[in-house]
T-cell receptor
């Protein structure tokens, strides 16, 4: 099916472990985004990408790494997970034109013990 | 630094009543988005507001934008239970083409029969 998917949907890990969250979109959208959602904070941008091999930091990038070798994929890696990274992570994409809406994936609920 | 504030953060209302959610932002922007999120679900785009005085309506929801006051409103007319959800406004910083969104904290709407 076309759209934007995330995997895994749920993940439990331990402090210090490396975790990679996957995001895949089938629309060939130029822009992709990673957000985290925490109670009381709404959504906060972690990283975004304007195209393959072009990425930039958002509001809360510390502790995260991204890559984008293909237009359709935008993985987010927590190099050494901490409890403060327990959150719901959303991936989004847009065509990148000035007026475009961002379309959000279903989210990944990550718990760091 | 762009800040986005919504109020109220929680709203409990009776079916059939009208109410307004407010979204204030701190610096110049020419694009504002409204999203809806059901519990445990992803975000769904409701409206994109692109200019001063813009008004969009869909069913019982109407959104407006006043860029001079840096204020958007989401008006709910004759609320029904199906409108129970969390509503987010999000603002693009300045005239950025990157689509970097700054979200408000969200307003949780509970419509009681």
């Amino acid at each position: 099916d076309a759209g934007i998917t995330q995997s895994p949907r749920y993940k439990i890990t331990e402090t210090g472990r490396q975790v990679t969250l996957m995001c895949h979109q089938t629309w060939s959208h130029s822009y992709m985004f990673w957000y985290r959602q925490d109670l009381g904070h709404g959504l906060r941008l972690i990283y975004y990408s304007a195209a393959a091999d072009i990425t930039d930091k958002g509001e809360v990038p510390d502790g995260y790494v991204v890559s984008r070798s293909k237009t359709e994929n935008f993985p987010l890696t927590l190099e050494s997970a901490t409890r403060s990274q327990t959150s719901v992570y959303f991936c989004a994409s847009s065509e990148g034109r000035r007026t475009d809406t961002q379309y959000f994936g279903p989210g990944t609920r990550l718990t760091v013990l | 630094e762009l800040k986005v504030e919504q109020n109220p953060l929680f709203l409990s209302m009776q079916e059939g009543k009208n109410y307004t959610i407010y979204c204030n932002y701190s610096t110049t922007s020419d694009r504002l988005y409204w999203y809806r999120q059901d519990p445990g679900k992803s975000l769904e785009s409701l409206f994109v507001l692109l200019s001063n005085g813009a008004v969009k309506q869909e069913g019982r929801l109407m959104a407006s934008l006043d860029t001079k006051a840096r204020l958007s409103t989401l008006h709910i007319t004759a609320a029904v239970h199906d409108l129970s959800a969390t509503y987010f406004c999000a603002v693009v910083e300045g005239s950025s083409n990157t689509g970097k969104l700054i979200f408000g904290q969200g307003t949780t709407l509970q419509v009681k029969p």
